[in-house]
């Protein structure tokens, strides 16, 4: 198991991410070598994933879906997310591995 890796870019946080489209429930996996793998329930097209994501980590955050943005990799599973209104601490006990 892995810690997932935190960013500070200035106000903001940012998190690698790796999503797999198509899953039948989006939910928070795991979090392998620093990235966070996300399932999403929706397929890459048109945004949809991207949208489905953006609002799978606001509810696994409680959070507005305004505090993320996609930075970098919006046509990629690979994803650079940013995240306002959290400390690196609070983003690892809320997004980390889930506990058993």
Same mark, same amino acid.
């Given at each position: 198991?892995?810690?997932?890796?935190?960013?500070?870019?200035?106000?903001?946080?940012?998190?690698?991410?790796?999503?797999? #489209? *198509?899953?039948?429930?989006?939910?928070?996996?795991?979090?392998?070598?620093?990235?966070?793998?996300?399932?999403?329930?929706?397929? #890459?097209?048109?945004?949809?994933?991207?949208?489905?994501?953006?609002?799978?980590?606001?509810?696994?955050?409680?959070?507005?879906?305004?505090?993320?943005?996609?930075?970098?990799?919006?046509?990629?599973?690979? *994803?650079?997310?940013?995240?306002?209104?959290?400390? #690196?601490?609070?983003?690892?006990? *809320?997004?980390? #591995?889930?506990?058993?």
């Amino acid at each position: 198991m892995s810690v997932l890796q935190v960013e500070q870019r200035g106000n903001a946080l940012r998190i690698r991410v790796r999503v797999k #489209p *198509k899953a039948s429930k989006s939910r928070i996996l795991d979090v392998r070598e620093g990235i966070l793998e996300v399932a999403v329930a929706a397929p #890459p097209v048109d945004g949809e994933a991207n949208a489905e994501l953006i609002r799978t980590l606001a509810a696994a955050l409680g959070c507005a879906k305004s505090a993320l943005e996609i930075v970098t990799g919006a046509g990629s599973r690979s *994803k650079l997310v940013g995240i306002v209104g959290f400390t #690196p601490a609070e983003l690892v006990a *809320k997004l980390g #591995p889930p506990r058993t």
